[in-house]
Every structure is written in structure tokens, then in C-alpha cells.
């Protein structure tokens, strides 16, 4: 049976622009629940950690620059098939080829600036869950 979590941020274009509120609320519309909820700003070295998976990769320096250049939004959602079905919402990783009336198609600017992070596996979104949240504040 696929898990009932998943691990979002809301990157810190999307944050920057505006867009929490409105996504945060079509994640609710969507079906999830939000388990855990924080705003927080990443250094260069967390940003780092978190996207080690993509160390060494043309885009990685890029990336972690973006993702501690400003404040990001955190969840931990909970629903049935949560990262699948979380993955289907957001659409895909570059917003031109994401699905209409998906995340990344609405909110996403390009490959890089795509809005939103989505958890790829269940052992990522415990991974990444545990990231950013102590115990308490996923229980
Ligand atoms: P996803 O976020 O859809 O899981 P990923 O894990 O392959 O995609 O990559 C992580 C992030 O890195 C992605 O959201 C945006 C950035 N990225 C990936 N490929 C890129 C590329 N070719 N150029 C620029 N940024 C890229
Ligand atoms: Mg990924």
C-alpha cells in the first residue's frame, strides 16, 4: 500500500510572488491535509543537503542558489496515495509541460522557478519531512 504522506515546499518564487495563500489552498480543495506548516528561509548549505541527490548535476549550483535565495513554505500532507496523487497536482518538473489547472502550470515560471517541490518516493517525503520538522511538530 503507497503511504499517506508527502513533503512540499513552496519555493521561494512562489512565496515571494504571493501565491502561498492560493496554493496552500488548492492543495486543501485537492484532498491533502496539512499535517505540518512552517515558513522558513534555507542557508546555501541546507539548500545544499536537502537537493544532495542532485549534487554534481549542471542545474544543482542553480538550484540551491534559488532555494535559499528567499523564504520558502514547508507541509508535511496527509491523504490516501499522497505522493502520487500530490505529484499529479503539481504536474511537471518544467511548468511548460505541466498539465493545465496544475500547480506548476499556474504559478510555475520556467524549469528552474517551478514553484513547488513535490516528494518523488515515500522514503523521500520521510526524508524530507524529517528535514524540516522536529517530532512534535509531525505528531
Ligand atoms: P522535481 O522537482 O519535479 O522532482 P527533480 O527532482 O528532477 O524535479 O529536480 C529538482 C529541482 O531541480 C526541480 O524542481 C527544478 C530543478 N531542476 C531540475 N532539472 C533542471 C534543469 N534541467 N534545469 C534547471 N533546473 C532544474
Ligand atoms: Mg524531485
Redesign the pocket.
Known amino acids: 500500500m503507497n503511504g499517506q504522506l508527502t513533503f512540499t515546499m513552496i519555493k521561494p518564487s512562489a512565496f515571494e510572488a504571493g501565491y502561498t495563500g492560493s496554493i496552500l489552498s488548492m492543495i486543501e480543495k485537492a484532498g491533502f491535509r496539512i499535517k505540518s506548516l512552517k515558513k522558513v528561509k534555507l542557508t546555501t548549505s541546507q539548500a545544499g543537503d536537502f537537493y544532495e541527490m ?1 549534487r554534481g548535476k549542471p ?1 544543482y549550483e ?2 540551491v542558489g534559488f532555494m535559499s535565495s528567499g523564504p520558502i513554505v514547508a507541509a508535511v500532507l496527509e491523504k490516501e496515495n499522497a505522493v502520487e496523487d500530490f505529484r499529479l497536482l503539481i504536474g511537471a ?1 518544467d511548468p511548460a509541460n505541466a498539465e493545465p489547472g496544475t500547480i506548476r502550470k499556474l504559478y510555475g515560471k520556467n ?2 522557478e ?1 514553484a513547488v ?2 516528494s ?1 518516493s515515500d522514503e523521500s517525503a520521510s526524508r524530507e519531512a524529517a528535514f524540516f520538522f522536529s517530532s512534535l511538530e509531525l505528531s
Open positions: 542532485h542545474f542553480g538550484l518538473t524549469m528552474g517551478n517541490h513535490g518523488d
